[in-house]
């Protein structure tokens, strides 16, 4: 019988073991010959020296993960609590760097799912700006806001900023009833529920009251500097050639932005033009930004929406109503 005492440092041992050691109760299942005694920051250990250092070595991945993405989820538990895996399941790409971009709610794995994504990760790291363009259903919005929770996370940033245009997709919605923001939040909620997947609801509760994460339309950044923050433009084929001018010069000194958009899906007025093709003509070959385009190859969402992408893409090329 071996005894080891593992002082937990820089952790809440709340949350590493869960409200009334819930998280602990489902950790100690798996190591049944183990004796788990938590006392605070230390945690003593009591069994098998092969089982204590299998164990040492479990732990420390968890609070690791814990450290990194502020959540503990069952499905993660179990995965890398199981006696017969020494590692965790992360896969890696063929350059050796791993796929996944952020560890979301309830064992949720957000990673680039297709070469086009993994260009938007890999020049988000590269570049200060980006442009992500490309149809609908290709994880631009989401790739996105992934990017954002994991710079958040990892201190690269103070803040995340998500804002959209404010504009109808093809309907005249009238007076909305309630308050400011119970009519803007329709017009936002794809950010929101992005980011439910991948931060937990208390959390993101308490990021949104003390404004870590704010959300706000596209006219609210007019006079802002934005800076220490990840900021993202979403839905930018919407934006004027004014309002797009105006978000590219709040730019502070320490900030990413990304911008994406569909040039097919414009909802300005017919006599508005869309500042987003402008705006990539004139910052083409400038060097800090970098522009990415998606096509129907990189659609992840059901298998008909690539089908009815081509399907008008073919409409469109040939020119027929």
Sequence with gaps: ????????????????????????????????????????????????EEQILSFELKLSQLVDHHKRYGNLSEQFIKRIMNPENDLPEIKKSEDGTSDVIVHGNNGLIVKARTPNQKRIVTSS???????????????KTYTAVALAVRALRNKEVKRIIL?????????????????LKEKLDPYLQPL???LMDMIPADKLAVFMETGVIQIAP?????????????????????ATESQMKMFLTRMGRSAKFLITGDLTQVDLP????????????ILNNVEGINIIYLDTSDVVRHKLVTRILHAYQEQQNNGTR
């Design 270 to 281: 017919k006599n508005q033009p869309s500042g987003l093709p402008t705006a990539v003509r």
């Design 192 to 194: 929101y529920d992005a």
């Design 1 to 48: 019988m071996t005894e080891k005492t593992i002082q937990l440092n820089n952790v809440n041992p709340v949350e590493l073991y869960g409200v009334n050691d819930t998280t602990l109760d489902q950790i100690r299942k798996y190591f049944p010959s183990l004796k788990l005694i938590a006392r605070g920051l230390e945690l003593k250990l009591q069994g098998e």
């Design 163 to 179: 804002t959209r245009p404010a504009v109808e997709a093809g309907e005249n919605l009238g007076f909305l009833p309630g308050d």
């Design 218 to 238: 596209l006219a609210f950044m007019r006079g802002r500097t934005l800076d220490n923050a990840f900021v993202i433009l979403d839905e930018a084929q919407n």
């Design 125 to 139: 790291y590269e570049n200060d700006m980006v442009f992500a363009i490309g149809p609908a259903g290709t994880g």
